[in-house]
């Protein structure tokens, strides 16, 4: 089995314990093959928020950091949530978050 297969099935491996709320091992498996976002996004359906900003800074990954920017929004933590978008390239939605929050000193 070559290097890519084996990231194509610890991928799938990691929804499968996912989908029967394995998660720590789905974490886990997610980290192997270097899938950012699936372990962003478990983090966050965990309410680890602090997990997942780990991982975003680490992987400096934009589809991750969009995610939890999300995430950040929907909890009320606003700018982080700017600092999130920013780091995803994600600028309107820094823009429109900082001006409905009134934090333009922020973007």
Same mark, same amino acid.
């Given at each position: 089995?070559?290097? *890519?297969? =084996?990231? @194509? ?6 929804? $499968?314990?996912?989908?029967? /709320?394995?998660?720590?091992?789905? +974490?886990?498996? $997610? ?7 699936? !372990?962003? *996004?478990? $983090? ?6 602090? @997990? %997942? &900003?780990?991982?975003? +800074?680490?992987?400096? =990954?934009? &589809?991750? %950091?969009?995610?939890? %920017? ?8 606003? /700018?982080?949530?700017?600092? $999130?978008?920013? !780091?995803? !390239? &994600?600028?309107?939605? &820094? +823009? *429109?978050?900082?001006?409905?929050? =009134? ?5």
């Amino acid at each position: 089995m070559n290097h *890519r297969s =084996d990231h @194509k099935l610890l991928n799938w491996w990691a929804k $499968y314990c996912e989908g029967n /709320q394995e998660y720590e091992e789905a +974490i886990m498996l $997610y980290t192997e093959c270097n899938d950012f976002l699936s !372990q962003v *996004r478990l $983090y966050c359906y965990i309410g680890s928020l602090k @997990k %997942a &900003a780990e991982v975003v +800074i680490k992987s400096n =990954d934009k &589809a991750a %950091a969009y995610h939890l %920017a999300k995430q950040l929004e929907i909890a009320g933590k606003f /700018q982080h949530a700017i600092s $999130y978008f920013k !780091q995803a !390239q &994600a600028y309107q939605h &820094a +823009i *429109r978050l900082a001006k409905e929050k =009134d934090l333009l000193s922020d973007v």
